[in-house]
């Protein structure tokens, strides 16, 4: 009988973790979208969105960092590939149902391997963020649920999220 589950990449013939290989592979445009969600107190949020929260501009925080929480994935995630981002987006937007905000990060790139952890990672510091900057007027935030809507490029070309709206 053979074995039809996937083949883990981080993994050798040996079972032994290793970094994958991508030098031989073809760079091409790849681009990965991920979202996340804050479920924040109706006065925290008011207050973040009309921008007088006690630490100043909270949104433009929270970008930067996903920002700087992408470009630097390699460094917190053992195995990924150091990547040379050619742009990164990050919107934050209220929640479609008022509960708190939506923080999505679209990454891309032209290389070997692909941007979703850097698109994730983004997306979980910037939520982090957000929490930090308003987290003594509201330490019951939740954030959550974080997913992967969207990946471009590469071996496997489109994929994307089988479900809409909250996971």
């Not at 032994?16 to 030098?23: A, D, I, N, S």
């Not at 207050?47 to 007088?52: E, M, P």
């Not at 509960?99 to 999505?104: A, D, M, V, W, Y």
């Amino acid at each position: 009988m053979q074995d039809s589950s996937p083949r883990l990449s981080h993994l050798n013939h040996r079972g032994e973790v290793h970094m994958v290989e991508v030098g031989d592979r073809p760079a091409t445009d790849r681009r990965a979208v991920a979202e996340g969600f804050i479920v924040i107190a109706a006065p925290v949020l008011e207050s973040i969105l009309s921008g007088t929260a006690a630490k100043g501009d909270v949104l433009a925080v929270a970008r930067v960092a996903a920002i700087q929480a992408a470009k630097r994935t390699w460094e917190l995630i053992p195995l990924c590939h150091p990547i040379a981002l050619s742009g990164l987006e990050v919107r934050i937007e209220p929640a479609d149902d008022g509960s708190g905000l939506r923080l999505e990060a679209t990454a891309r790139t032209t290389g070997p391997t692909g941007v979703e952890m850097e698109a994730l990672t983004a997306v979980q510091v910037g939520l982090l963020t957000l929490y930090d900057m308003v987290k003594s007027a509201d330490p019951a935030m939740t954030i959550g649920p974080v997913r992967l809507l969207r990946k471009e490029g590469g071996r496997h070309g489109v994929w994307e999220s089988p479900t809409s709206g909250r996971a």
